[in-house]
C-alpha cells in the first residue's frame, strides 16, 4: 500500500546560519498574498511512521501555503509552484528499506580494542593496510590504473601476453616495479590478517616471478627492437636512393653546364676565378643571389635549359630527385651511433637472458613462455642486425663518394643534402611560375576556340548572346546535335546539309551563356 505525501510542516533541525535559500516568512507566514496577515498552519496530514523506523532529517526551509483562503486569486495561486504540485503516493517498504538509520553500536574486544558492527545487511569494508610512502603509492596505483587487476596483471607478465601489457605501456610498468627495500618493508609489518592496499598487494604479488625486472627489460628490448630497426633502416635506404639519384641526373648535369658556362663569361679576365672547370657545391645557394637586369642567375640559367634542352623539360628534374629533400635532416653519424646502441642493447637483452636461464635451470617450468619466446627473438634478432650493420657501412660508403664525385664539400650529411633541397626548392619555384603564366594563354586558346566554334568570333560570350536572341543553334534536351527548334524551322527553311554538331551548345554552356546574361542585365 501507499501513504500520502509528508507534510510540509514535519519537525526538523533548523539550517545552519547563513544557508541560502528563500528567507523564511516570520512567525510562519505564508508568502505574499496567501494570508500574510495570520500564522499559517500545516494542513496536510501527520504521518506517522512504523515503530522502530527513523530516518535522517532533511535539511530543508519549510514553505506553507495558504491554499484556502478566499482572498487569494487563481493568478495569484498561479505564482507559487506549490499550488501545481500533484499528490502522490509512496511506497513505504521502499521507503525503509533505502532510507531507513543505521544504528550502530560500539562492541568492546577482549584487547580493550573497538570495534564497529553494523546492523544485520550492512557491512563496513575494512580499511586497508599501507606501510608504502604516500607519493611513491600515489605514483603506483596511477600507473595500476591502466592496467587490468592484479592477479590478471601478474599472469600477463609470466606469459608475456601482449593483450594484457601493451608494449606502450610496459616501460611504464617496469618503472613502478618494487626495490628490495619496499619489499622487506611490507614483510617486516606483514601478518595473516592483513589486508593490503593495492601497492602493498601488486609489490608482494611481484615476488612470485623471479627476476621480473630482467624479465620485463628483455621482453621491452624485443618490443622496441623493430620500431628501431626502421627508424635506422629506412633513412640509410633513403640516403642511398638520394645518392644514386643526384649521381645519374643528367637534368643536373646539363643545368651545371649552362651555369659554369654564364659563371665563366662574368667571371672573364679574372685570374683567380675565371677559366674554371666545375665550382663548389656551396655555390648552389649564391645563384640566387647574383642579380642581373630583373632576374638572377639561377632564373637566367633555367631560361637558357628550356631553349636547349627541350627533350628534357626542367619540370622532370623534381621527380628525378624525390628522394632528397627528406635526407637534410638525416645525420650519417647518428645513424651509425643508433646502430650501435641497438647493437649493446640486443646484446644486454641476451646476457640477461642467459643469467635468468642459468640461475632458474633446475627451478624453471619448461612451459614458462620467456624460454621459447626470447631465444627465438634472439635469433632472428641477430640476423636483422647484421644485415643492418652491411647497410649502414654501405651507405657510408656512398655517401663519401656522392660528395667526392660533387667536389668533395661539405661532408656532413645534413649540411650536403641541405643544400640540395634549397636549389631544388628555388628551382621549384620557378617551375611554379613558369606554369602559372602558360594558364592564361591556355585558357584565351581555349575561349579562342569556343567563340569560334559557337559563331565564328573570338569573343565566346557575344557570339553566345548572338544565338540566344536569334534562337539559333540551341540544344533541347532530348534532341540532337541536327535536330533545330520547329518553330525556327518553319519561319527560315534552310536548303542544303544540315549543321554540324560542332556548330551547336551543349545545355551546360547555356546554363553557363544564361547566368553570364543575367550578370551583365542582358
Not at 509512496?90 to 538509520?101: G, W
Not at 679574372?270 to 666545375?278: C, E, I, V
Not at 611554379?432 to 584565351?444: F, G, I, L, T, V
Amino acid at each position: 500500500g501507499g501513504i500520502p505525501p509528508p507534510p510540509p510542516g514535519m519537525g526538523g533541525i533548523p539550517p545552519p546560519p547563513g544557508m541560502g535559500g528563500i528567507p523564511a516568512f516570520p512567525g510562519g507566514m505564508g508568502p505574499p498574498g496567501f494570508g500574510e496577515s495570520k500564522v499559517l498552519k500545516p494542513t496536510k496530514p501527520k504521518i506517522v511512521l512504523p515503530e522502530g523506523v527513523k530516518f535522517n532529517t532533511v535539511h530543508w526551509k519549510r514553505v506553507l501555503v495558504d491554499k484556502n483562503s478566499s482572498s487569494t486569486t487563481q493568478e495569484e495561486k498561479k505564482k507559487v509552484v506549490w499550488n501545481e504540485v500533484p499528490e502522490v503516493d509512496i511506497d513505504l517498504n521502499d521507503l525503509v528499506s533505502t532510507f531507513k538509520k543505521q544504528i550502530v553500536a560500539p562492541i568492546k574486544k577482549d584487547d580493550s580494542t573497538t570495534k564497529t558492527t553494523a546492523t544485520p545487511g550492512f557491512k563496513t569494508a575494512p580499511k586497508k593496510k599501507t606501510v608504502i610512502d604516500a607519493n611513491r603509492t600515489r605514483q603506483v596505483e596511477i600507473a595500476l590504473s591502466r592496467f587490468p587487476q592484479v592477479d590478471i596483471l601478474i599472469k600477463g607478465i609470466k606469459a608475456l601476453d601482449e593483450k594484457v601489457i601493451r608494449r606502450d605501456l610496459l616501460d611504464s610498468l617496469i618503472l613502478i616495479l618494487p626495490t628490495t627495500e619496499e619489499i622487506n618493508q611490507i614483510e617486516e609489518s606483514n601478518d595473516a590478517d592483513s589486508n593490503w592496499a593495492p601497492t602493498e598487494l601488486f609489490f608482494l604479488k611481484t615476488k612470485e616471478i623471479k627476476h621480473i625486472k630482467s624479465r620485463l627489460s628483455c621482453w621491452s628490448a624485443k618490443f622496441e627492437f623493430d620500431n628501431a630497426y626502421n627508424q635506422i633502416e629506412t633513412p640509410l635506404k633513403n640516403v642511398q636512393a638520394a645518392c644514386e639519384q643526384l649521381k645519374k641526373c643528367q637534368t643536373i648535369k646539363r643545368l651545371f653546364a649552362i651555369i659554369l658556362t654564364i659563371g665563366n663569361y662574368l667571371n672573364a679576365g679574372n685570374k683567380r676565378t675565371g677559366q674554371a672547370d666545375g665550382f663548389d657545391l656551396p655555390f648552389l645557394l649564391k645563384v640566387m643571389d647574383q642579380r642581373g637586369n630583373d632576374t638572377n642567375l639561377l632564373q637566367f640559367a633555367l631560361d637558357t635549359y628550356q631553349k636547349k634542352f627541350s627533350d628534357m623539360p626542367i619540370t622532370e628534374l623534381l621527380p628525378q630527385v624525390s628522394s632528397v629533400p627528406s635526407c637534410q635532416t638525416v645525420s650519417i653519424d647518428d645513424l651509425k651511433v643508433q646502430v650501435d646502441k641497438l647493437k649493446g642493447s640486443l646484446t644486454e637483452s641476451q646476457t640477461q637472458t642467459r643469467l635468468i636461464s642459468r640461475e632458474e635451470a633446475v627451478k624453471s617450468d619448461p612451459s614458462d613462455p620467456f624460454y621459447s619466446i626470447m631465444p627465438e627473438f634472439f635469433e632472428g634478432a641477430q640476423e636483422k642486425l647484421s644485415t643492418l650493420l652491411a647497410l649502414q657501412a654501405k651507405t657510408t660508403e656512398i655517401f663519401k663518394e656522392t660528395v667526392t664525385f660533387f667536389g668533395g664539400q661539405p661532408t656532413v650529411s645534413t649540411e650536403f643534402f641541405a643544400i640540395w633541397a634549397t636549389f631544388f626548392a628555388h628551382i621549384k619555384e620557378y617551375v611554379s611560375r613558369m606554369q602559372e603564366k602558360k594558364k592564361p594563354a591556355n585558357d584565351a586558346n581555349q575561349k579562342a576556340q569556343f567563340g569560334a566554334r559557337v559563331g565564328g568570333g573570338d569573343d565566346p560570350m557575344a557570339a553566345l548572346v548572338s544565338q540566344l536572341k536569334q534562337g539559333q543553334g540551341l540544344l533541347r534536351p532530348g534532341s540532337t546535335p541536327s535536330q533545330k527548334n520547329p518553330q525556327s524551322q518553319s519561319q527560315s527553311p534552310s536548303i542544303g546539309p544540315a549543321p554540324t554538331p560542332s556548330n551547336d551548345i551543349s545545355s551546360n554552356q547555356i546554363a553557363l551563356g544564361l547566368a553570364g546574361l543575367r550578370k551583365t542585365g542582358i
